[in-house]
């Protein structure tokens, strides 16, 4: 699915395969050499992350949270793959990139989620322990 090209943003998806995994690992990435620059990171990933929430919160409706709790909960995509689909599915509606954005994903399964009164961090979004 994602183009081999585009570098990950960050892991800790359950749902993402072993080979999403080996080429993330071996991606080359960027290497980080203090807490000061990985606090930056962190920090700009979370505000990346509170844009991309902003702007699918404005383009979710109930089809589309329902759309979205398919592919993460029946079809067992991973954050990576579910933003890849849904982005080629919403068009114009679809404004992250990498097509592929892993916490583009992130965000699209919290909005669905609260959309549709669930919690994103209960089943059926994610395993039954």
């Known amino acids: 699915m994602p183009d081999e090209k585009e570098k990950p943003v960050y ?3 359950s749902k993402a395969s072993s080979a ?3 080429r993330i690992l071996n991606s080359g990435g960027i290497e980080i050499t ?3 620059e990985l606090m930056e990171f962190a920090r700009m990933a979370e505000k990346r ?3 991309f929430t902003q702007s699918i919160q404005q383009h979710m409706n ?3 949270a329902q759309r979205i709790r398919h592919l993460r909960c029946q079809d067992d ?3 990576r793959e579910l933003a890849e689909v849904t982005y080629r599915e919403w068009g114009t509606d679809a ?3 990498p097509i592929n954005n892993q916490l583009a994903g992130v965000a699209l399964c919290e909005v669905a989620a609260q959309l549709l009164g669930e919690d994103v961090h209960k ?3 994610v395993a039954e322990q």
Do not use: V
Request: glycine share 4%; hydrophobic share 25%.
């Open 34 to 36: 203090s807490t000061d």
């Open 20 to 22: 999403e995994q080996e």
């Open 95 to 97: 404004d992250w990139y």
């Open 49 to 51: 992350h509170a844009e």
């Open 11 to 13: 892991m800790g998806d």
């Open 123 to 125: 089943y059926p979004w």
């Open 62 to 64: 109930q089809e589309r």
């Open 77 to 79: 995509l991973s954050w």
